[in-house]
């Protein structure tokens, strides 16, 4: 169907689009190498020099360094469990017949449109606030000490608002892969004599596990970024700081360009690893 | 085919997918109720639910203490404007990638994806740098240019699979039927994808309303959306419960409708055409 | 008119050559079927004859006149695809009458073309529908209404039938071949199912890999099939073919022989063999007979009241007359 013709005309219409990204991209990744192998202090005297790989060994020497990875590892652990498994079994029961479906249906997906700063100080102020939040007033009913959250549970409390945030996503996602599950092999199954539970571990898992696999990698590079939740309940402290938290105070709050840059450099590396997966499973759906 | 299902089985279903539901709901329904209580009532205790005298209050002060309308209305622009700027550079590429596909056309599609997964932290200084250089930190322009800039390879990636779908046979058929490529353009393929069109840019308006990293970040008093306005809520004074509830329900409600419209467009969006 | 010929047409996907040179000729008012198994060319020779494809090189001429470069709309020609390609957005009045408003006819003038066309074609009652709201033979039927709206020189159909049922598959042919009883104009029309192109053509083009295998009526492709494979992709079922010893004896490196030319019996004949299968159509029962010396089973057509069963030793006699003979090259020995 193509002719010559058309085709530079496509290449023309590519052209802003393709253009804008690839200086999106190289403008700010060159720069950040750039700044990684120098040391750059734009308070305290600004550029000066180069310092070879000085500042990706005292990135990773610092002692806040290892607690970050360990608590990046943590949340983004945590939530990928918890949303993946709470979305499989939710996933399942929605797509049972029940009266209301859609309306119950909105009601899970809600959260998901919540701008993030908004679930971080709704949970941190009206649920998770040792005094007036409403766990304070459930505890206290219960006769127990109302717990302080957002120091002593830190990390729980954030996978908590993370995993609000995230398990529409991956209900929603598995919902649609279920339902695109041909109930006749559920059917053949029964008839060869396969249990409830053998049916789901045989066919429906084995049915999900792509679904299953983008959801991972998906929640896995937007998790790695999560930025305000943090930002606005404890600003990185008692344990919270991630790496991404970590490199925005290198560069944004102490001002030492060169030391976060070097952070970045490794954040790109760490995104680019994960990203290389869901790359190749996207791109071999794109054949069919 | 389904098949029937006793009521009994159907009611238990239905039970706990209600209770399910309203538990995730929760914490939204008691933002929107608490919006509507005086600070006091906010943190009665035992908390009230429903019984308490509703008040119009808050929102009246919300609007009056911090010019909420300024916010909003910075959102507005930048969602809105980063989105239709995406829109006018996504749809001539989305057409010619599905289309006049070439042997580069999936590299490209594949390069563009790998551009959204580029950390933002790792460029936050270069950016910060840029927008200073160029006098356009906090702006609206510099907001909508990134956020633009950011969602493009979503915004290419969901065009290209509804435009993919539109079978070329059709569009041969209005060649063959004597239409012009304007005419082919204008009365088969544009009706065809505008749903495809329009879920797109409703996808986007939310994913750019609710970016809160580089509105955070590039923003300070002009410019700031409501995602910086509400994060001003986090160092409260005195009594602001009801207040921050009804600062937080304006700031979602909008995009919680636009939200449940595009419900069934959001996993094509957001898993590139992977799941559908 | 609608006279069509092709001069020495190639075309090449890349170094691919799909077409190699080839020759034909279309007559005025013809009904001509491309035939022949999928990847053969068949479709892509007809969107060459549509404009939709780019012509490597070599002529087209429409009624006289070199058509290479016209665009497909100038064209003349209308074309039935397989999916039949209605503009799911309009409704089925709009989708026949688009092509007469791109051509820019007044209203009134597309709307009484419609009618007429909705009336030929059993539509009036679905005018105002969309194309989903349709059957499948509905649609198809939508879809010739589109190509007729537009009196073209010739139609050009791709497929058309094979995604309807069985039963509508043999209705919309009757319908076919009446409209054009009616219409008298020419028709191009593609398929891989060579019982459409015996019942449907006044002309069939045998098609193998790009090639033309051969041209002829539907009888002259039945009784002196130009090679091997025109005699085994001709006729149904299909022609059996024997070689060694049983070739031998008739001076040919392959003797092909029709199932209905072969008699059978119980007592005596020229080859013997044992019952395979046998399958009762009523008016006629298909044997399979495994005969010794051969690798494959005999097809032999029989009357519908005899009876053979499975594991019967049968005698069988070729029509000698109907016997065809092939060289070694595959090609018929007149």
């Given amino acids: 169907m193509a002719t010559q013709h058309s085709r530079s005309a496509a290449r023309i219409m590519m052209a802003p689009a393709v253009i804008l990204l690839l200086g999106w991209m190289l403008i700010p990744l060159t720069m950040t190498l750039v700044f990684s192998f120098k040391r750059y202090l734009p308070l305290r005297g600004g550029d000066l020099g180069w310092i070879g790989f000085d500042n990706y060994v005292r990135f990773v020497s610092s002692s806040a360094f290892w607690p970050s990875v360990q608590t990046t590892l943590i949340i983004v652990g945590g939530v990928l469990v918890i949303t993946i498994v709470f979305g499989i079994l939710l996933s399942i029961l929605l797509d049972q017949p029940m009266w209301g479906q859609g309306v119950v249906r909105i009601l899970v997906i809600a959260p998901f449109f919540v701008m993030p700063t908004v679930s971080a100080l709704v949970w941190k102020n009206m649920f998770m606030d040792p005094v007036n939040g409403l766990f304070a007033h459930l505890w206290k009913a219960f006769g127990a000490q109302p717990i302080e959250w957002l120091s002593d549970a830190s990390l729980f409390s954030i996978i908590l608002i993370v995993s609000w945030q995230w398990l529409p996503f991956a209900t929603l996602i598995l919902l649609t892969a279920i339902q695109s599950l041909d109930s006749e092999q559920l059917e053949a199954a029964e008839m060869d ?17 792509r679904a299953i696999t983008i959801v991972l990698l998906i929640q896995t590079i937007f998790l790695l970024a999560i930025f305000a939740e943090i930002f606005v309940t404890t600003s990185g402290a008692f344990g919270t700081r991630t790496l991404t938290y970590l490199i925005y105070q290198r560069v944004l709050e102490s001002q030492n360009v060169g030391l976060g840059s070097a952070g970045g450099v490794y954040a790109i590396i760490l995104a680019n690893i994960v990203a290389i997966f869901l790359m190749r499973i996207v791109g071999k759906n794109l054949d069919t | 085919m389904a098949r029937a299902v006793t009521t009994r089985r159907k009611t238990i279903n239905t039970v706990a997918a209600w209770a ?105 200084y270069p950016i910060y740098l840029l927008f200073i250089e160029l006098g356009l930190l906090d702006t609206r322009i510099g907001l909508t240019i990134v956020l633009m800039l950011i969602n493009l390879p979503i915004i290419v990636w969901m065009l290209y699979t509804y435009f993919k779908e539109i079978p070329g046979e059709i569009l041969e058929a209005a060649r063959m039927d004597g239409a012009t490529l304007k005419e082919e353009i204008l009365y088969i393929l544009t009706p065809m994808a ?41 160092s409260p004074e005195g009594l602001f419960y009801a207040k921050l509830s009804a600062a937080s329900t304006m700031a979602i409600a909008p995009i919680l409708i636009l939200g449940w419209f595009s419900q069934k467009q959001l996993v094509r969006g957001l898993t590139f055409g992977a799941v559908k | 008119m609608g006279q069509i010929t092709l001069n020495q047409i190639t075309k090449s996907f890349g170094d691919v050559q799909v077409i190699p040179p080839l020759d034909l000729r279309i007559d005025d008012g013809e009904f001509v079927v491309f035939v022949g198994p999928s990847g053969c060319g ?44 209605l503009y799911p957005h309009m409704s089925v009045r709009k989708n026949i009458a688009f092509p007469l408003r791109m051509a820019g006819l007044d209203k009134a003038e597309q709307d009484k073309k419609v009618n007429a066309a909705a009336k030929v074609l059993n539509l009036t009652d679905y005018l105002e529908r969309r194309p989903g709201q349709l059957s499948g033979g509905q649609r198809q039927r939508v879809a010739i209404g589109r190509a007729i709206v537009r009196e073209p020189s010739a139609f050009l159909f791709d497929e058309p039938l094979s995604n309807l049922d069985a039963a509508l598959r043999v209705n919309m042919r009757l319908e076919i071949s009446e409209l054009h009883q009616t219409l008298k104009t020419t028709m191009i029309y593609v398929t891989h199912d060579q019982v459409e192109a015996m019942t449907m053509a006044d002309k069939i083009v045998v098609l193998q890999a790009g090639v033309i295998e051969q041209v002829g009526s539907p009888l002259e492709l039945y009784h002196t099939p130009r090679n091997r494979f025109v005699a085994g992709f001709i006729g149904s079922p299909k022609m059996n073919f024997m070689m060694g010893a049983f070739s031998a004896e008739y001076d040919a490196a392959t003797i092909g022989i029709r199932p209905e030319h072969i008699s059978v019996s119980h007592t005596e004949g020229k080859w013997s063999g044992k019952v395979g299968v046998s399958e009762h159509l009523g ?23 005899v009876a053979f069963r499975h594991g019967d030793t049968v005698h069988l006699t070729p029509d000698a007359d109907k016997i065809h003979r092939f060289d070694n090259q595959g090609l018929r020995i007149a």
Avoid at chain 2, 213 to 220: Q, S, V
């Fill in chain 3, 42 to 85: 068949k479709s892509t020779l007809l969107r060459l004859i549509a404009g939709l494809e780019d012509i490597t090189s070599g002529v087209i001429d429409i009624d006289g006149k070199d058509a290479t470069e016209v665009p497909p709309a100038k064209r003349g020609l209308a074309m039935v695809f397989q999916s039949y390609a």
């Fill in chain 1, 193 to 209: 004599g396969a249990p409830p539970l053998s049916r789901f571990a045989y066919i429906t898992l084995p049915h999900l596990s």
């Fill in chain 3, 283 to 305: 008016s006629d029962t298909f044997l399979y007979v495994d005969v010794d010396g051969l690798d494959d089973p005999v097809t032999v057509r029989s009357t519908g009241e």
């Fill in chain 2, 194 to 234: 505008i749903p495809g069109i329009a879920s797109t840019l409703l996808l986007n308006v939310i994913l750019a309303w609710n970016e809160a990293f580089w509105t955070l970040n590039l923003t300070a008093a002009k410019a700031a959306p409501l995602t910086a306005f509400i994060a001003s809520y986090s």
């Fill in chain 2, 20 to 124: 399910i539901g309203l538990l995730i709901f929760f914490p939204i329904l008691w933002t929107i109720l608490t919006s509507f209580k005086t600070e006091a009532q906010a943190i009665n205790d035992p908390p009230l639910f429903l019984f308490f005298d509703w008040t119009l209050e808050n929102y009246a002060v919300v609007q009056e203490r911090s010019d909420y309308m300024r916010f909003l209305w910075n959102s507005v622009i930048i969602a809105g404007g980063s989105t239709i700027l995406g829109l006018i550079i996504a749809v001539p590429a989305a057409w010619s990638m599905a289309f006049v596909p070439s042997k580069r056309t999936k590299d490209i599609l594949m390069w563009m994806l790998s551009t959204k997964m580029l950390p933002a932290v790792g460029v936050l």
